[in-house]
């Protein structure tokens, strides 16, 4: 059986079908996008690269990128893609366990790394757009290699990820993976060939290069596709989308701009976020302006898309949805495990569920039942729709009692002037964990804490109202709008921490 992620993402698409539309640039249909990929896969089998083997890829956002990844599927290799923010010393650790054939990286950082992919046995060529060593094999290359014929346990990414347990390592994503998940959400998204995506996401993270190129690949829908996030940019391209895939960030940065509501009009009908939570007041601002509602989804590198709001469900502001076709969840907790109507952290199963960790067997993070343990605290309602409260390492346990912080940043960015907001615990002498928040405010210098203390107690429950509320200019995030926790634990750690 051939069960090759290429099949699912073109094998239903008229060639002559757009695919991927550039700014200023001609629009690349999908016998252009075929093509391009044959011609890497060419140079990637003039490498040496054989069906199993990994390459590293940290490369510029570029559409010669994606066809890349796609070459690497096609021939049945497992790609590796990279953050372009690691450093040296980050990369040549990942290599280091990844031991892939071949690393592709940008022009300017080939001497830097080079030393340490040799170090390796591993061949180095570079890309940038269409030029760079690697554009010049897949040029000269003659035929390219058939469809490696693969079965749908095979791996086709490893994405590392600190996983549950703050260790880098490998998650071994396999093709049935990523062509469950994209047909799951074309489905429950209800996207088809006349959508157009509007991409301005990395493309080295599973959001932007695996989910949603798929999800609008195997819709037979077109992409058109940002080199970077850019308001100007994105603003003059929405009117000819139909649908957005970004993170919070993104919407909060396009509510800045006044030509928002203007550029947000038929045919756009769908505007998703996902990678972190999106704040209230951002999604009710966006609706208020363009008439839209944010819907949101949820996912983790090992379990890819689990839960999705399907589009013109109302009432959901702050939930990311049910479960996609082919793909169960429970909680557990203390009373058990639990499909509906409780609290606990996410476990999940389908055809979602990563293979496993690459070079880990002792880390795999499953029940003795063959479910998934996301490490997530989540509310699953009577209905059976999720909302994510947080990480399980991220509760806070004073006095005994958990806090669950998505519930606390609820109610803090409800308050007047509070423009966003981030809970984590820090030691106390007393409570052993203090509840402690920090907030972006629209005036700084009015921020009265103990106002806005006396207005949590009324709505929340004493445990659960941060013992401290201290004004930052801005809370630290990673580029996907993921609220760095750890880093705000460490750096208020002796918050509450009697001088000597």
């Known amino acids: 059986m051939d069960d090759n992620l290429i099949h699912t993402l073109y094998g239903s698409r008229d060639e002559a079908a757009p695919a991927f539309l550039r700014p200023a640039q001609a629009v690349l249909s999908t016998g252009a996008a075929l093509a391009a990929i044959d011609r890497a896969a060419g140079a990637l089998a003039a490498c040496g690269v054989k069906s199993g083997e990994r390459v590293s890829v940290r490369v510029e956002k570029c559409v010669e990128a994606v066809f890349l990844a796609h070459a690497c599927f096609r021939i049945g290799a497992v790609l590796h893609p990279m953050n372009t923010a690691y450093t040296p010393r980050e990369v040549e650790a990942l290599m280091e366990d990844a031991r892939p054939a071949l690393l592709v990286c940008d022009p300017a950082d080939r001497d830097t790394l080079a030393p340490a992919a040799r170090r390796l046995g591993c061949r180095v060529e570079d890309l940038r757009g269409d030029q760079g060593s690697f554009a010049e094999l897949a040029r000269a290359s003659g035929p390219a290699p058939a469809v490696a014929a693969v079965r749908g346990e095979t791996p086709a990414a490893l994405l590392y990820t600190s996983g549950t347990t703050g260790r880098p390592k490998g998650a071994l994503i396999t093709h049935e993976n990523l062509a469950a998940s994209a047909r799951a959400l074309v489905e429950v998204w209800r996207l088809g060939r006349g959508d157009v995506l509007m991409h301005a996401l990395p493309a ?39 649908v957005m895939m970004g993170v919070p960030t993104h919407y909060a940065r396009l509510l800045k701009e006044p030509g928002l ?76 495990r639990f499909a509906t109507a409780a609290t606990g952290v996410l476990e999940t199963r389908g055809h979602n569920v990563f293979a496993g960790y690459w070079n880990r067997p002792e880390e795999q993070a499953f029940t003795e039942d ?12 009577g209905d059976g729709c999720v909302r994510i409260l947080g990480r399980e390492t991220d509760v806070v346990i004073t006095g005994g009692l958990n806090v669950y912080p998505k519930e606390v940043e609820d109610a803090l960015d409800r308050c007047d002037g509070i423009a966003g907001s981030a809970v984590f615990g820090v030691p106390h002498p007393d409570f052993g964990e203090a509840v402690t928040a920090v907030v972006e405010t629209t005036v700084p210098a009015a921020f009265d804490e103990r106002a806005c203390i006396g207005y949590l107690k009324t709505e929340l429950a004493s445990f659960k109202v941060p013992k401290r509320i201290l004004v930052v200019d801005a809370i630290p995030r990673n580029e996907l709008g993921k609220v760095a926790k750890a880093a705000l634990r460490e750096r208020h750690r002796n918050l509450f921490v009697p001088a000597e």
Not at 207 to 215: E, K, M, R, S
Not at 292 to 317: F, L, N
């Open 204 to 242: 080295y993270h599973a959001h932007g290069l695996l989910t949603a190129v798929n999800v609008m690949l195997t819709a037979g829908g077109a992409i058109c596709f940002l080199p970077r996030f850019d308001a100007e940019t994105m603003l003059r391209e929405l009117p000819r989308c139909t």
């Open 261 to 336: 509501a203007n550029a947000v009009r038929k045919p756009f009908r769908l505007a998703i976020s996902g990678s972190a939570p999106l704040p209230p007041e951002t999604a009710q601002e966006f609706r208020n302006i363009t008439g839209i509602q944010i819907i949101e989804r949820y996912g983790s590198t090992e379990a890819a898309i689990i839960t999705a709001v399907p589009p013109g469900t109302d009432g959901r502001r702050g939930w990311v949805g049910w479960p996609l076709p082919g793909i169960n969840v429970r909680v557990a907790n203390q009373e058990g």
């Open 370 to 381: 063959g479910w998934f343990v996301t490490g997530d605290v989540a509310e699953i309602d």
